[in-house]
């Protein structure tokens, strides 16, 4: 399988590697639908070619893996509905699950900046490999919207209330930080990537995790680790509004900086974070918490909160965002239920384990 240069998405076989490369390095390999279709039509051949016996995502341009979806894309559409971004969605979302349930090994080098769909690309790999140039994060509530392509599942599951913290704020993670919250699982240093490469493509490379393994340094001490008591202390609380209280009343920069940061998010996307979050720690699958994710994600988009944040943070760059409702208290448990609860049958999203 060959690739074009000019492609957006560069898809081909490496000795025994199937590859993809994110392609679109001005925009920060930010993924399009067309993107998303691509890469589905190669994962799934590859599933059943023999000569392909692992997959390795990487990204062009030395400074992103993926920095998240085309959400201008959304944005441009909204005079035309919500057909765009159910579409992109509904594709997107099923592309995670395969990632998650891939059956070869999937290595993903989550070099550079990785945020919201390039986490969905990257973070439910087999093999997640960051550097000493990472950026995670899910920057979702800063734009109207909340942690998708999985990422509240993968929250979920990070340590005591560290995903509530990452999901809340959009605090980017470095390296350690990121391994720390299960969002990697190893560091290779980025002058050492080429050899990586190398090795895993060579049809005599030898085991892929021993490979990585042979490459991998000790990531040292994670600033999210070192500052767990505290972050569990705070975002272990039973509302936004008790975080935020309890913020106040602790004393020192860091509680003051996180107040300002969650200050500035959407209300309405903070807390419905918040639910997300913690209704996919009872959930059974990854699955499960896409099918909620694409309902919060569709209703955010016609209801326009998600639009407004596009258009403040990214159109007219004015950074001063009208959030609906602006307050907090103003939403109610019954709106977050009703936001969380199933769409129409034929709506649904529907992923099964």
Not at 54 to 67: I, Q, S
Not at 239 to 247: G, K, N, W
Request: net charge neutral.
């Amino acid at each position: 399988m060959q690739a074009a240069a000019s492609d957006d998405v560069l898809i081909r076989r490496e000795g025994r590697a199937g590859r993809i490369t994110m392609n679109r390095p001005a925009a920060l390999n930010a993924l399009t639908l067309g993107m998303v279709r691509k890469i589905w039509a190669a994962l799934t051949a590859w599933v059943g070619d023999p000569a392909v016996h692992l997959v390795l995502l990487d990204g062009a341009g030395g400074k992103a893996l993926c920095a998240g979806g085309d959400v201008r894309s959304l944005y441009d559409s909204r005079t035309q509905g919500s057909a765009l971004p159910r579409t992109f969605w509904s594709e997107e979302y099923p592309l995670n699950a395969l990632i998650g349930r891939y059956p070869k090994p999937y290595v993903a080098l989550q070099d550079g900046i990785v945020m919201g769909g390039g986490i969905g690309l990257s973070g439910h790999a087999r093999h997640r490999i960051v550097t000493e140039r990472s950026r995670l994060a899910m920057p979702e509530t800063g734009i109207g919207l909340i942690p998708d392509v999985g990422g509240t599942w993968l929250l979920a599951h990070a340590p005591g209330e560290a995903g509530v913290y990452l999901g809340l704020t959009g605090e980017a993670m470095g390296a350690t930080d990121a391994i720390h919250a299960r969002f990697a699982d190893v560091l290779v240093p980025s002058a050492r990537l080429p050899e990586l490469v190398d090795r895993l493509v060579d049809d005599k490379g030898g085991a892929v995790g021993d490979v990585i393994a042979s490459l991998a340094q000790k990531p040292g001490p994670a600033p999210l680790a070192e500052r767990s008591a505290e972050i569990d202390r705070i975002f272990g609380g039973a509302s936004v509004e008790a975080m935020l209280e309890t913020l106040a009343g602790t004393p020192g920069e860091w509680p003051q900086k996180t107040a300002a940061v969650l200050a500035q998010k959407s209300p309405k996307s903070l807390k419905l974070t918040l639910a997300a979050i913690r209704n996919a720690r009872t959930l059974g699958s990854l699955e499960a918490a896409l099918n909620v994710e694409y309902r919060l994600c569709v209703r955010l988009f016609e209801d326009g909160e998600f639009v407004e944040g596009v258009r403040a943070l990214l159109v007219d760059k004015d950074r001063k965002p009208k959030w609906s409702p602006p307050s907090l208290p103003e939403l109610t448990a019954e709106l977050v239920a009703a936001y969380l609860a199933p769409l129409p049958a034929s709506e649904e999203l529907g992923l099964a384990p």
